[in-house]
């Protein structure tokens, strides 16, 4: 074995330690001088240790920071994006409401209704004249002459500008002119005996069936009624047709209507039936109306308007619809483009997402592989994992160097229920941290793989 010096050098080195300070005190100086320069020589290996100590010491540390601040952001991120799914179950659950509502009026459920539209309007969002209007509507069917019309009441004093107030005031007409009738269902004529003849009608003289299509949809029947009079309409493929749907779509009639007939144009698929939802959607501010343009444009396939409205809508909650809308219309080149002039990192993300809606694996590979945002990076490998592609998130594990990343295979490993693969990335990684957050997802997932892994650990 080689003898060492304390200073950490060989025996030969001792000799050339010596050497060099004979050297030194050959050197023409005063002897307190020699003595300091020796000194300072002997002390020299020390102050190098010390000093790589500090220096790795300083790297570990700016290491810490660098992963601190990685995890800061990627809290910050995800809170956020937590905010946004709150915002858009909040949404969806309000929209839930309507629906519900609107389905129990259609029902003759008015109870139910009453109670649906009331939840709904508790809540303040967007749809609450709309709430109170139906709410007041089957109070009136229920004969509560009093309750329908204290919130039609509050319907005209809290929304004066609502489109909804010109339906209210013609409802609260009709309570009043009937007050102290109890309500007759058998006084109700036969809508279904009507909307046959009214079909005839339209199919035979539309110039005859328009007003009276009109005078219904102005009138006070039920809303269930009214949309199927409006289909009944948009059966017939008439030029009165034509018309009346374009009135109802650009909003001379209420708002339930106008989307109604909003649904129905798109199914006519027509030059004209076109060119009215484009300006419909250019010159409307009800993003509900805009909303249901979208998707109208999913009934008929027009990626063109879709990619228009993704590409320059100003509102992003309608820009993220309308690039999810293009993603299942597969309109994979229109989202390439929207992606390589996209600045945004979120609605980039958005893109990635409509990709992965349209089943576009190649395009997910690609940003997995070659895009340098790591947070883009990152959403194209969770998305890989969805996709089935363990091949690939192999490949990325094995040549990444971003934890982050790696971190995000075994994310899509987990969530993609892969325990193969991660039993494979336990096995192999060195890095113990990796290794424990691999046997931590393991142990969440029940699999008879990554339990047989686990008894292995526990045999060692």
């Given at each position: 074995?080689?003898a060492?010096?304390?200073f950490?050098?060989?025996?030969f080195?001792?000799?050339v330690?010596a050497?060099?300070?004979?050297?030194?005190?050959?050197?023409?100086?005063?002897?307190?001088?020699?003595?300091s320069?020796?000194?300072?020589?002997i002390?020299?290996?020390?102050?190098?240790?010390?000093?790589?100590?500090?220096?790795e010491?300083?790297?570990?540390?700016?290491?810490?920071?660098?992963?601190?601040?990685?995890?800061?952001?990627d809290?910050?991120?995800?809170?956020?994006?937590?905010?946004?799914?709150?915002?858009?179950?909040?949404l969806?659950h309000?929209?839930?409401?309507y629906?519900?509502?609107?389905?129990?009026?259609?029902?003759?459920?008015?109870?139910?209704a009453v109670?649906?539209?009331?939840?709904?309007?508790?809540?303040?969002?967007p749809?609450?004249?709309?709430?109170?209007?139906?709410?007041?509507?089957?109070?009136n069917?229920l004969?509560?002459?009093a309750?329908a019309?204290?919130?039609i009441?509050e319907?005209?004093?809290k929304?004066?500008?609502?489109?909804w107030?010109?339906?209210?005031e013609a409802?609260e007409?009709?309570v009043?002119q009937?007050?102290?009738q109890?309500?007759?269902?058998?006084?109700?004529?036969?809508?279904?005996?009507?909307?046959?003849?009214?079909?005839?009608?339209?199919?035979?003289?539309?110039?005859?069936a328009?007003?009276?299509?009109e005078?219904?949809?102005?009138?006070?029947?039920?809303p269930k009624y009214?949309?199927n009079?409006?289909f009944v309409?948009?059966?017939?493929?008439s030029?009165?047709?034509?018309?009346l749907?374009?009135?109802?779509?650009?909003?001379?009639?209420?708002?339930?209507?106008q989307?109604?007939?909003i649904e129905?144009l798109?199914?006519?698929?027509?030059?004209?039936?076109?060119k009215?939802?484009?300006?419909?959607?250019g010159s409307?501010?009800d993003e509900?109306?805009?909303?249901?343009?979208?998707?109208s444009?999913?009934?008929?396939?027009?990626k063109?308007?879709?990619?228009?409205?993704?590409?320059?809508?100003k509102?992003?909650?309608?820009?993220?619809?309308?690039i999810?809308?293009?993603?299942?219309?597969?309109?994979?080149?229109?989202?390439?483009?929207?992606?390589?002039?996209?600045t945004?990192?979120?609605?980039?993300?958005?893109?990635?997402?409509?990709f992965?809606?349209?089943?576009?694996?190649k395009?997910?590979e690609?940003?997995?592989?070659n895009?340098?945002?790591?947070?883009?990076r990152?959403?194209?490998?969770r998305?890989?994992?969805?996709?089935?592609?363990?091949d690939?998130?192999?490949?990325?594990?094995?040549?990444?160097?971003?934890?982050?990343?790696k971190?995000?295979v075994?994310?899509?490993?987990?969530?993609s229920g892969n325990?193969?693969?991660?039993v494979?990335i336990?096995?192999a990684?060195k890095?113990p941290g990796?290794?424990?957050k691999a046997?931590?997802k393991l142990?969440?997932?029940?699999s008879?793989?990554?339990?047989?892994?686990?008894?292995?650990i526990?045999e060692?």
């Open positions: 074995m080689i060492t010096h304390p950490g050098k060989t025996f080195g001792r000799i330690l050497s060099l300070a004979a050297s030194l005190l050959l050197l023409p100086a005063s002897q307190t001088a020699r003595a320069r020796l000194r300072a020589f002390a020299l290996p020390q102050d190098v240790q010390a000093q790589s100590e500090a220096d010491a300083r790297r570990e540390r700016e290491q810490e920071q660098r992963e601190r601040e990685r995890e800061r952001e809290e910050k991120r995800e809170r956020e994006q937590d905010a946004r799914e709150r915002e858009q179950d909040r969806d309000l929209q839930e409401l629906d519900d509502g609107r389905e129990a009026l259609d029902d003759d459920h008015y109870e139910q109670k649906k539209f009331t939840e709904l309007a508790q809540m303040n969002g749809q609450t004249d709309a709430a109170l209007y139906w709410k007041a509507y089957a109070e069917k004969g509560k002459k309750a019309l204290a919130t009441a319907v005209k004093s929304y004066a500008q609502s489109r107030k010109k339906d209210a409802l007409l009709e009043k009937s007050s102290g109890k309500p007759n269902p058998d006084a109700e004529p036969d809508k279904d005996l009507k909307a046959m003849a009214l079909r005839a009608l339209w199919q035979s003289d539309a110039e005859r328009l007003p009276i299509t005078k219904i949809l102005n009138g006070s029947d039920s009214k949309a009079v409006l309409a948009a059966q017939s493929g030029s009165q047709a034509m018309e749907l374009t009135k109802t779509a650009r909003g001379q009639s209420n708002p339930e209507l989307r109604k007939a129905y798109s199914m006519f698929g027509s030059d004209r039936a076109h009215t939802l484009s300006e419909v959607y409307s501010n509900s109306v805009k909303r249901q343009i979208i998707r444009y999913l009934l008929s396939g027009d063109a308007s879709l990619f228009a409205a993704a590409k320059n809508e509102n992003e909650s309608l820009r993220r619809e309308a999810r809308t293009l993603g299942l219309t597969g309109g994979t080149s229109e989202l390439e483009q929207l992606y390589q002039s996209e945004s990192t979120d609605l980039k993300r958005e893109i990635l997402q409509a992965f809606l349209a089943g576009d694996s395009r997910m690609q940003a997995a592989l895009e340098k945002d790591i947070e883009l990152r959403s194209a490998i998305n890989l994992g969805l996709m089935g592609h363990s690939l998130l192999q490949s990325i594990y094995a040549k990444e160097t971003d934890r982050s990343l971190e995000e075994l994310n899509a490993y987990f969530i325990a193969k693969g991660l494979a336990a096995r990684e890095d990796l290794k424990k046997v931590e142990s969440h997932m029940g008879k793989e990554g339990n047989d892994y686990l008894m292995e526990l060692k």
